[in-house]
């Protein structure tokens, strides 16, 4: 094995020991090193990295812009090791990757959601699509993470769940409101009582005992929002827009309570399983009614009118 494919094995054994994942990288990396050896370099260099970035042809930009990044990452690393290493610049393609803002839910629209869940049939279907999605807007949680939870994972007496492999692998404790461990607790009795041997652990079952897919909860939720008319031929609502929607929602609470959003950050960073708090940040400037409400903030505080 050469040297610089021992960098990119080190490398990658370090970034994921820190929880990330890399598939993309782990695939990518090796492929340049043998790039770069095959030019006759011993290290990363600009020009090198961006021909070996556009070497798919036939592709968007933004294919060349993930392989370059993925370089560029490598690159930072060796730059620790060997002066000679070129960290290759940013946005080479012209491609500015920009969040486009969340669909926010109101409480009425949850409300309607979950109504129309409760309508599905047959029962039992019924029931685990209402307390999915009802937990998905009253904690936060990623819909693999819902999907995922076992049994023993969900604790109704402490009113706890334990999401054992969150994103980066990071395992955490996502404690409930009393409401919401009531509703999972009545939920789970309705369950057991509807199918009283499953073919899974899983805490949310199928309409035939097993654990729910995701590709069938996300057909459930495409006809749900059509059926209470919210998904229409330009808006088009996402359950991870529930996510965005509880985060949103926690923040302007704050803000109206009059309390300091910032030193709330890293707990809310923390519950939502964030890994850089700048994810958590993106919310506040992201939504205009937090913009106006931290707007209002700023001009009392310094004398001006609310």
């Known amino acids: 094995m050469s040297r610089l494919q021992e960098h990119v094995n080190d490398y990658l054994r370090l970034r994921r020991a820190l929880g990330f994942k890399l598939k993309h990288d782990g695939q990518a990396l090796p492929q340049l090193a043998a790039y770069l050896e095959a030019a006759g370099s011993t290290t990363v260099r600009s020009d090198l990295a961006i021909s070996w970035a556009q070497l798919p042809r036939d592709v968007q930009p933004i294919r060349w812009a993930r392989r370059l990044t993925a370089a560029r990452g490598f690159a930072t690393y060796m730059k620790t090791l060997d002066p000679e290493t070129e960290v290759p610049p940013r946005n080479v393609f012209g491609i500015r990757q920009r969040r486009p803002n969340p669909y926010l839910w109101s409480q009425d629209e949850i409300c309607r959601l979950l109504e129309a869940a409760r309508r599905l049939r047959p029962p039992l279907r019924a029931a685990s699509y209402e307390a999915l999605f009802g937990l998905l807007a009253v904690s936060g949680m990623r819909i693999g993470e819902a999907l995922a939870l076992q049994r023993d994972h969900v604790d109704l007496t402490a009113g706890v769940i334990t999401i054992a492999e969150a994103k980066g692998s990071r395992p955490r404790v996502v404690p409930l409101h009393a409401s919401a461990t009531e509703a999972l607790a009545r939920y789970a009795v309705r369950r057991d009582d509807l199918c009283s041997k499953p073919r899974s652990k899983a805490f949310f079952l199928s309409a035939a005992g097993g654990a729910l897919t995701y590709s069938r909860v996300h057909a459930a939720f495409v006809k749900l929002t059509s059926q209470i008319g919210l998904r229409t031929a ?26 300091e959003v910032a030193g709330w950050m890293p707990a809310l960073s923390d519950y939502l399983g964030h890994a850089n708090p700048a994810g958590t940040w993106w919310y506040l400037s992201a939504t205009p009614e937090l913009m106006q409400l931290a707007a209002q903030r700023f001009h009392t505080r310094f004398g001006g009118q609310p």
């Not at 808006?235 to 929607?245: A, E, G, N, Q, Y």
């Open 234 to 259: 330009t808006v088009h609502p996402r359950i991870h827009h529930l996510r965005h929607s509880f985060a949103v929602r926690t923040l302007v609470d704050l803000q109206r309570s009059g309390a």
